[in-house]
Every structure is written in structure tokens, then in C-alpha cells.
């Protein structure tokens, strides 16, 4: 379970998140959608722990435990993972050097064993044949010359092997057309678990069509203004944000 | 008239009274003008930073004192070194091994060198007056500058490697300098390799030294490429962490000719690396890459000079420095176009990362062209590891010193990857990989 007590958090003296607070249950998909600029994907980097951003107020419990406290690393470790709204080339990164180094960094950090190369191919392979992901993408530098959808797959494909607790989606739907959305979405829902919560960011309904969630919860001027269940994403796309922006501000 | 007597360093007027004293012990011959060597570099003396070449690295402060030419090892001493020996140990290859700048022949494959190829000691060379020596210095350019011409000058051994023609060699030969002792010496070594038409041959090279020792190794390495032959060089730089360590590699390509050369540095307190190239045939090709990494208050210098001379000449050079500590890179590069070398296409680029508040890089890129087509450029680049790429890295679970580990790895791998001979591309990056791990 992650609980976000009323969080504050501002960059360069600009406040971006005002006392924000949000609970997402075990086994629970949450959505958060809200117009561009209402502190969403500054949410998400302060939970996987981004530098550039000054807390002010607050915490975020995960299965009651502060992880501001932590390093992104040891956030890493305890279960947090961040898909990417952009992720990052890493030219000379080979994929499968990088997929070892974290899957192994993590059970490391959690006191498990090593995984042996054969099971880690066999773990990497069973995945990506799940994502459409083909072999040769895993042959190359990560995510560099990738298109948009394979680098998305990607950061799903990374988060099948991590297995982790608690699942950020920045953005996941941008860039995509409709078949890797279809694929992208389907990774997710495979996911889908009872220890396993998500939080899903997105700007569009669209997204919240593959991945049904089970709350929605509007955000505006760095904080929820607005919770529901999955029919407030189906509002919003007909009402739009107008209502929301002038209510907060 | 008054005479005018140049102002000399000590370590210039000791240079000058160990010539006169050690002279005559080293073989001499027609094509080795030591005295004409060593007359050049008394006329400029060891560079200081007025001159524009040694700008970013003085060698006249670098050389405090002359140090004394070294002895040849006995026996034990060589086979105890020899022993723990680390450079591109674990690799087949046929071995010459000079310890303190001597060949030790009993620690050498003298015995097994492969089909096609001859060894002969420079020593043995020398005083027959053997008829590649007139291939010593294959670029002009090198003639001119006061490190090559101290190695002619006090030149002490090394060996003469010839290639036949069409033999493609797969075994490796590998020129392994190991210093010992405990007092500050000096070595000069000179090997040069001829490849005859269409011949292949790897070469690696390997410098190794106790630390802690301000010994002064100079070695240098000229190799002719005959028509359509390749010539692939490996060098590994682990002298001591106090070494003072200079060297050059000449070499002059003919048509259709190819150099693959890779240059490590990981060790000494000081090291200039000049490689100088000459375009003689057309259609020749050249990959020069460098991958350095510093730390403490060393400086690495990689000084490179392409000459075209020819039409179609292809150079590609990839030269990437990470700077540690308070320590300092430096890469000066020129390409020549001559007026006749249309067609070339020459790219040279120089990237560093600096991982620390008091590291510095000097780029000096510079190309000189005359031929008007051509596709020459250059690059030079120098930042701090991306706090994004480590945010990635560090929110999949890697430690920040893992991540950056990987990321310095990645940075540097790309010079390395160049390597054709894959045993020696993974022992760099091993080297590259102990580096990272003894910084923690």
C-alpha cells in the first residue's frame, strides 16, 4: 500500500505540488489524470526520487515506511518503479548488460542470490516474447535508435523482470499508436496483481480504456481536487479540465 | 666574439654529459644517426610550455633530472618480473619481453616465432647494418620533435619485426615492457615493424612498472604498411603510477594500406602518447583511437598528426579521456590535407568526461587543408556524467556508483570497441572495469 500525505514540493522556489495526498491500495490501479502542467509528472519523479526536487512537507509511506528518506536506488529496491514518460538512451549500455545489472543490483539490495545466466535469458526471453519485444532490440544499446512504442515496451518489459510493488506510469500512452498501445496495455494488465498497486498518469481517457482502473482522481494545482471511480475518466474526456482549473485556482 | 651558450637545464646538461659518457656503448650504424639525434634535441632542448607542441605539457619540469640509461637485468631479476607480468597476460601470443628497455631473450618466444614473420634484435640489427634499417622513422614529421629524437639518441635496444609479404598472421606478437628496480632509470627502446604487400599482423604492446619509482621509458614503435597490407596495434599504458612515460608510433600507410591502432592509459604520473601518420599510397585507411583514465595529478597527453599525402586516405579517430582527482588531459590533433590528397575523409573527435571539481581537459583539434575535396571535420566535447542517465540507472535499482561505473564504462568502450582482436578488446575492458572498481 503507498499512502502520500500531503505533500509539498517545490523546484527553484516554484511550488508544483501543494499538499498533495493519495492512497492506492494493494492489488489496486489508480489513475491520475489532469491538464498539462498540474504537477503530474513531478509526482511521479518524487516518488521514484529525483534530485532536483525539494520536499518541503509530507511523506510517502510504502507499506508504512518513508521512502523519502531513500535514495532512488534503495526506493528501487524496496519496490518502487517509475516508467519513464521519456525514457533515456544509453548509447554503449548493451540492453541485457543493463537488465542484469538491476535486476541483480535489486536482489543484491534485498539479500537474494545472484541470478544465473541461463534462468536471467530465460526470464529476459519469456518477457519480451510477451511484449513483442524481438531479440535484436535486446542485442542493441539501450533504448538508442529505439521508436517511441519500443522504447515504452521497454520500460514494461522492465518492470515484468523487477517485479516491483508499487508501478508509476508517466505518461505511458504518449507516442503510442493503437497496436503498441494494445501491447503496452496488455503488459500492464499481465502485471496486474494482488500485492502489486499502480498509479497511472495520463492526459487522455484513452489509455484508461486498455488499462481499466479501479479509481481515477483528478489532479490540479499540485493537488487532487477530484476522486471517483473508472466513469470520472469518461466525464473528464467529455467535460474536459475547465471546471477543475478554476475550482483549485 | 663572444660564443653564446643556450641557457640548459640540469636535467638538459645531464642529458647531454649521459650522451657523451653512453654513447659508445650502444651499437651504432649508418641508418641510426645518434649524433645528428641528439644534436637536434640540444638545439631545443626538453620543450617547456612556450612551445606551441608541449603547450599543455611541460617537459622541462616534468624532467627535473636526467636519469641514468638503464643496465641490462640479470637473469633472475628478468624471469622474477617476468613472472608476475599482468599485460595482456592471459592472451596467445608470441611474446618479446624487454625488462628496463633490454630484450631478455631466455624470456622471449625467440624460438617460435610464426610462419612469414622475422625477428631480429635491434642490437643484432644495428651492428650487421640490416637492410630494413633505412625504413627507421617512416614520417618525416617525427624527426622534428625532441621526444623521438632523444629515443634515437639514446636508443638501447628493441627489435626489428618484418612481415613477408602476403602473410597473414594470426597469432599475436606481443612487445612487453616490464620495468623493475627501485631507482629512477631510463629506457629507450625502438621497434619497427614491416609489413610486406598484403600482409596482416596484430601487435600488442604492454607497458607495466613498480609504482612509486620516477623511472623515464621512451619507446617508440615506426612501422611501414606496405600496399594493401593491415597492420592492428593494441598498446597498453600501466606504467607506475610515477612514471614518466613517452612514446611515439610512426607510421607511413601505402595504397590501400590499413592501421588499426588503440591506445589505453591508465598509468603514469605523465604520459605523452604521440602518433604520427603518413598517407603515402592511395585509398589508405587509419582507425586511432585512445581511451584514457586519470586520476590523482596525472596528465595524459595524446598527441596525433595525420599527413595526407595521397588521394582517398580515410582516418577516423576516437579519443576519450576520463578525468579523476586533480588530474589532466590533453589531446592535440591535426589532420594535413596536401594539395594532391583530394578525396580524403578524414574525422577526428576528442571526448572527455570529468568526474571531479579539479580535473581539466586541453583539446587542441587542428586541420590544415589544401585540397579543396574533401570531407574532413573534428570535435572535441568535454562535460560531466548526465544526472539524468544516473536518475535511470539509480531508479532501476543500480547504487550511484554502479551506475556511474556503467556509464563511464559505456563512455569509454566506444574508443575500445575498435579492437578487432577480441581477446585483446576484452582485456582493456577489464583493465577499464579494475580502474572503475579501485575507485569505489
Known amino acids: 500500500m503507498i499512502e502520500i500525505k500531503n505533500l509539498v514540493v517545490q523546484i527553484e522556489d516554484n511550488r508544483i505540488l501543494n499538499g498533495l495526498s493519495l492512497t492506492v491500495n494493494d492489488g489496486e490501479v489508480a489513475a491520475i489524470m489532469g491538464p498539462n502542467g498540474s504537477g503530474k509528472s513531478t509526482l511521479s519523479y518524487v516518488i521514484a526520487g529525483k534530485e532536483d526536487y525539494e520536499v518541503l512537507d509530507g511523506e510517502i509511506l510504502l507499506d508504512g515506511e518513508n521512502i523519502l528518506e531513500m535514495s532512488p536506488d534503495e526506493r528501487a529496491a524496496a519496490g518502487v518503479f517509475l516508467a519513464f514518460q521519456y525514457p533515456l538512451e544509453i548509447p554503449g549500455?548493451?540492453?541485457?548488460?543493463?537488465?542484469?545489472?538491476?535486476?541483480?543490483?535489486?536482489?543484491?539490495?534485498?539479500?537474494?542470490?545472484?541470478?544465473?545466466?541461463?534462468?536471467?535469458?530465460?526470464?529476459?526471453?519469456?518477457?519480451?516474447?510477451?511484449?513483442?519485444?524481438?531479440?535484436?532490440?535486446?542485442?542493441?544499446?539501450?533504448?538508442?535508435?529505439?521508436?517511441?512504442?519500443?522504447?515504452?515496451?521497454?520500460?514494461?518489459?522492465?518492470?515484468?523482470?523487477?517485479?516491483?510493488k508499487f508501478c508509476v506510469l508517466d505518461e505511458t500512452d504518449s507516442g503510442l499508436d493503437i497496436d503498441a498501445l494494445r501491447i503496452v496495455s496488455e503488459g500492464v494488465n499481465a502485471l496486474r496483481a494482488q500485492g502489486r498497486s499502480f498509479l497511472v498518469i495520463t492526459h487522455y481517457q484513452r489509455l484508461l480504456?486498455?488499462?481499466?482502473?479501479?479509481?481515477?482522481?483528478?489532479?490540479?494545482?499540485?493537488?487532487?481536487?477530484?476522486?471517483?471511480?473508472?466513469?470520472?475518466?469518461?466525464?473528464?474526456?467529455?467535460?474536459?479540465?475547465?471546471?477543475?482549473r478554476t475550482e483549485a485556482a | 666574439m663572444a660564443e653564446i651558450t643556450p641557457l640548459r637545464s640540469p636535467a638538459e646538461t645531464g642529458l647531454a654529459k649521459l650522451f657523451e659518457a653512453t654513447k659508445m656503448r650502444y651499437p651504432t650504424g649508418v641508418s641510426i644517426a645518434r649524433e645528428e639525434a641528439f644534436r637536434y634535441f640540444e638545439a631545443v632542448g626538453l620543450p617547456t610550455r612556450r612551445v606551441e607542441a608541449f603547450k599543455y605539457?611541460?617537459?622541462?619540469?616534468?624532467?627535473?633530472?636526467?636519469?641514468?640509461?638503464?643496465?641490462?637485468?640479470?637473469?633472475?631479476?628478468?624471469?622474477?618480473?617476468?613472472?608476475?607480468?599482468?599485460?595482456?597476460?592471459?592472451?596467445?601470443?608470441?611474446?618479446?619481453?624487454?625488462?628496463?628497455?633490454?630484450?631478455?631473450?631466455?624470456?622471449?618466444?625467440?624460438?617460435?616465432?610464426?610462419?612469414?614473420?622475422?625477428?631480429?634484435?635491434?642490437?643484432?640489427?644495428?651492428?650487421?647494418?640490416?637492410?630494413?634499417l633505412d625504413q627507421l622513422t617512416p614520417v618525416r614529421q617525427a624527426s622534428e620533435n625532441p621526444i623521438y629524437q632523444l629515443n634515437t639518441a639514446f636508443l638501447a635496444d628493441g627489435a626489428l619485426i618484418a612481415v613477408k609479404a602476403g602473410a597473414k598472421v594470426e597469432t599475436p606478437l606481443h612487445l612487453r615492457f616490464i620495468a623493475t628496480v627501485s631507482e629512477a632509470f631510463s629506457t629507450a627502446t625502438r621497434a619497427l615493424v614491416v609489413l610486406g604487400e598484403g600482409a596482416e599482423v596484430t601487435v600488442l604492446e604492454s607497458h607495466e612498472g613498480p609504482d612509486g619509482v620516477a623511472y623515464q621509458p621512451n619507446d617508440a614503435l615506426d612501422v611501414t604498411v606496405a600496399d594493401n597490407a593491415a597492420f592492428r596495434h593494441v598498446r597498453l599504458n600501466a606504467e607506475g603510477r610515477e612514471a614518466v612515460a613517452l612514446s611515439t608510433l610512426s607510421a607511413k600507410l601505402g595504397a590501400q594500406a590499413s592501421i588499426e591502432t588503440v591506445n589505453l592509459v591508465v598509468g603514469a604520473v605523465l604520459s605523452r602518447h604521440q602518433v604520427y601518420l603518413n598517407f603515402a599510397g592511395a585509398d589508405a585507411k587509419a582507425i586511432v583511437n585512445g581511451a584514457s583514465m586519470l586520476n590523482g595529478s596525472q596528465l595524459a597527453d595524446t598527441t596525433f598528426l595525420a599527413d595526407h599525402a595521397a588521394t582517398g586516405g580515410v582516418s577516423r579517430e576516437l579519443f576519450k579521456t576520463v578525468v579523476d582527482g586533480a588530474a589532466t588531459g590533453v589531446f592535440q590533433g591535426k589532420i594535413i590535407v596536401q594539395q594532391a590528397a583530394q578525396q580524403t575523409d578524414g574525422k577526428m573527435m576528442s571526448a572527455c568526461l570529468i568526474l571531479s571539481d579539479d580535473g581539466q581537459m586541453m583539446n587542441k583539434p587542428e586541420l590544415e587543408i589544401f585540397a579543396d575535396d574533401v570531407a574532413c571535420g573534428h570535435g572535441a566535447t568535454c562535460g560531466a556524467l548526465d544526472d539524468d542517465l544516473l536518475f535511470y540507472l539509480m531508479a532501476r535499482g543500480l547504487p550511484k556508483a554502479q551506475a556511474e561505473s556503467l556509464l563511464v564504462q559505456a563512455f569509454l568502450g566506444e574508443a575500445v570497441e575498435a579492437v578487432s582482436h577480441e581477446a585483446a578488446r576484452e582485456a582493456l575492458v577489464a583493465e577499464i572495469e579494475r580502474w572503475l572498481a579501485a575507485r569505489g
Open chain 1, 93 to 164: 549500455v548493451g540492453t541485457m548488460t543493463f537488465l542484469k545489472a538491476t535486476l541483480n543490483a535489486q536482489r543484491k539490495a534485498r539479500g537474494e542470490g545472484e541470478l544465473s545466466t541461463p534462468d536471467f535469458i530465460r526470464k529476459v526471453n519469456a518477457a519480451a516474447d510477451k511484449l513483442e519485444i524481438n531479440k535484436d532490440m535486446l542485442k542493441r544499446a539501450l533504448n538508442v535508435g529505439f521508436s517511441g512504442g519500443e522504447k515504452k515496451r521497454m520500460e514494461i518489459l522492465q518492470m515484468a523482470l523487477l517485479e516491483p
Open chain 1, 209 to 244: 480504456n486498455h488499462i481499466v482502473p479501479d479509481t481515477v482522481h483528478v489532479m490540479s494545482q499540485g493537488r487532487i481536487v477530484k476522486s471517483g471511480g473508472k466513469e470520472l475518466a469518461l466525464e473528464l474526456e467529455a467535460s474536459g479540465y475547465a471546471e477543475y
Open chain 2, 57 to 132: 605539457t611541460d617537459l622541462s619540469s616534468a624532467f627535473r633530472d636526467a636519469a641514468h640509461p638503464a643496465e641490462v637485468p640479470s637473469a633472475e631479476l628478468a624471469a622474477a618480473v617476468v613472472a608476475g607480468a599482468q599485460g595482456f597476460a592471459g592472451i596467445e601470443a608470441v611474446r618479446l619481453t624487454f625488462v628496463n628497455g633490454h630484450l631478455i631473450a631466455d624470456q622471449s618466444d625467440l624460438g617460435r616465432i610464426p610462419a612469414g614473420v622475422t625477428v631480429t634484435p635491434l642490437t643484432q640489427a644495428l651492428s650487421e647494418g640490416h637492410a630494413l
